[in-house]
């Protein structure tokens, strides 16, 4: 199975404050990475698909990069609504895994 | 607007069974992906199983356990958990996942809790 290690597991940020979350890979997985974000209570919302395309809603404030095994999630200026819960997960191989995730929380 | 709907969860006694269930709206769930991802309390996010055109996969912690299936008259698709552990007590959400891009739109979760 692939395992995907995101870092850091906790992070703390001011709004406005420019953040960035990593994920890494046990294998390649060429560029089936998706971002989520997921707020206490709710379901995950799908940000980044293809490790770099934004999906349609999403802030611009959001970027993804990265190929094979290191990919990156950067929020350019975080905002209120931003404080939550990101995660990882690749679709280049079954089963389908998830970063242990990574907590935005207010300095 | 496209929408999932789940409904089944419940307590249950472990070594128990039951039936998890996601109804699809605008959308068909036989053309696509449809998934499962649960979230013990207070933990990340795991995936459970995938279910496309036939093809069914899991993850090693409930081979064997659990099945995915639809039912393609109702736009309905489903988690048979068998043999019930406590490990199992989790939100499952269901998801419908588009080829390449990742799980779109998510159920509103339902909660699953094993014990005696």
């Known amino acids: 199975d692939i395992q995907m290690t995101q870092s850091p597991s906790t992070l703390s940020a001011s709004v406005g404050d420019r953040v960035t979350i990593t994920c890494r890979a046990s294998q390649s997985i060429s560029s089936w990475l998706a971002w989520y974000r997921q707020k206490p209570g709710k379901a995950p919302k799908l940000l980044i698909s293809?490790?770099?395309s934004l999906e349609s809603g999403v802030p611009s404030t959001f970027s993804g990069s990265g190929s094979g095994t290191e990919f990156t999630l950067t929020i350019s200026s975080l905002q209120p609504d931003d404080f939550a819960t990101y995660y990882c997960q690749q679709y280049n191989n079954y089963p389908w895994t998830f970063g242990q995730g990574t907590k935005v929380e207010i300095k | 607007e496209v929408q999932l709907v789940e409904s089944g969860g419940d307590l249950i006694q472990p070594g128990g069974s039951l039936r998890l269930s996601c109804a699809a709206s605008e959308f068909t769930v036989s053309r696509d992906y449809m998934t499962w991802v649960r979230q013990a309390p207070g933990k990340g996010l795991e995936w459970v199983s995938v279910?496309?055109?036939?093809?069914?996969y899991y993850a090693d912690s409930v081979k064997g356990r659990f099945t995915i299936s639809r039912d393609n008259s109702e736009n309905t698709f489903y988690l048979q958990m068998n043999s019930l552990r406590a490990e199992d007590s989790a939100v499952y959400y269901c998801g419908r996942h588009q080829y390449g891009v990742g799980i779109d739109c998510w159920g509103q979760g339902t909660l699953v809790t094993v014990s005696s």
């Open positions: 279910l496309y055109s036939g093809r069914t």
């Open positions: 293809k490790a770099s």
